[in-house]
């Protein structure tokens, strides 16, 4: 993301990526086939109330849209590979896991997590605001521990997460679902290097990634759809990394595997509608440090 972030809400700007992920999720919820169970995620968009409304399920999408259905099928398949992540890290017994960027994300809530695990959210602060009045008016309940870290990722999070609680002796599992484009490349290189000197051996690592997120935004099909969310993308996206995060994590000792959402569509056995898109050239790695 380049620029000031003051002008900007939930309805415009950063705040309405978060927003259609969210509602990403809410469509998924409704269908019967649905990969994922988030029952907190159409109330955001209820709450936001966007000036171009944002379909939460799926019999609202109309059947000559050939772009919100697949990019829900597509980000459902990205929060169920993510889920399946965090998973495998409390199955391997980290009890620390820190979301960077987690907008609207609700695993806290939704995830049957360890007791005695601790869930840090970190993302700008209006987004966190805007996600807790929401939340608070549900009455929802965490179900870990969880702790807000409301930092601009560019400015000094590592801080701001050590303040909240966040200790580096422990193996934590991160993610970074949905944020890389935001950020231009040497902010990418930052981040994965502040990850890997707070990790302790055992640490996991779950991270999005496009080889090519121009081209992502450069899409027609995304830049229609964009444009209907009233999304400015030449504002907002940074272009991502130029460098795969896959082999900047292995030369640091991390162990890495990365699939692309067509072998997520076939684990799990969602087929993406055969719309050719570029949104589909994201890399979904995983790695855990072995030191
Ligand atoms: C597409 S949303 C994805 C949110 C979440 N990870 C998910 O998948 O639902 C992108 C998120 O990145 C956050 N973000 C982008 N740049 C950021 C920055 N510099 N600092 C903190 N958060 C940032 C936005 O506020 C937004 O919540």
Redesign the pocket.
Known sequence: ?TGE?QDWDIVSG??I??L???AA?AVDTSRADGLIRDPFAAAFVEAASPPRPIPTRADDIPADDHTWGPLSRL?AL??KF?DDYFFSATAAGLRQVV???????CRAFRLDWPSGTTVYE???P??LEFKDQVLAGLGARPASARRLVP?????D?VTALRGAGFDSARPTAW?????LP??PDE?ITRLIDAIHELSGPGSTVGI?HFDNAQAVFDDPKVAEGADDRGIDTGA?FAGGSKKSPDEYLSSLGWRTTTESIFELSDRYERPLGGVESQLFGGRYITGTLGR
Request: proline content about 0%; cysteine-free; overall charge negative.
């Open positions: 993301m972030q950063v705040g990526t978060a259609s992920v969210a999720r980000l990205r929060s993510f979301i960077l960027a987690a907008g609207l994300d970190i993302d700008q209006r987004v930092v601009d990722l560019r400015d999070w993610l970074a679902e949905g944020l935001y950020l902010a999005e907002l």
